[in-house]
Nanobody, 124 residues
Framework: QVQLVESGGGVVQPGGSLRLSCTAS????????IGWFRRAPGKKREGVSF????????FYADSVKGRFTVSRDSAKNTIHLQMNSLKPEDTAIYYC?????????????????WGQGTQVTVSA
């Protein structure tokens, strides 16, 4: 069983940056796909960034491409989401999720382990 805990959310002005962290316990994140998702009020959940821990391959939604970067810190069993040039439309609760995966990352996986989420608010 994988337990995931997100951290790093907060309030930031437009154009600012935040780094979210997803720390796993219960397993070592080898051979996993990790997804970062967000849900804004009144909107459907959106997958924004994904990484395969086997080969480091990544995938980004068009809405965040060039602004967000997902990376792994193996020593801390943690996945980071660096978010730059934040916009008000990035305001949402951000969740990380994990599932066993051995291949190149694809954005269409089903995830069976979810964190509780962290709030990101982008506002002047």
């Amino acid at each position: 069983q994988v337990q995931l805990v997100e951290s790093g959310g907060g309030v930031v002005q437009p154009g600012g940056s935040l780094r979210l962290s997803c720390t796993a316990s219960g397993v070592t994140l080898d051979y996993y796909a990790i997804g970062w998702f967000r849900r804004a009020p009144g909107k459907k959940r959106e997958g924004v960034s994904f990484i395969s821990t086997r080969d480091g391959s990544t995938f980004y939604a068009d809405s965040v491409k060039g602004r967000f970067t997902v990376s792994r810190d193996s020593a801390k069993n943690t996945i980071h989401l660096q978010m730059n040039s934040l916009k008000p439309e990035d305001t949402a609760i951000y969740y990380c999720a994990a599932t066993k995966w051995w291949g190149v990352i694809v954005p269409t996986l089903e995830y069976d382990n979810w964190g509780q989420g962290t709030q990101v608010t982008v506002s002047a």
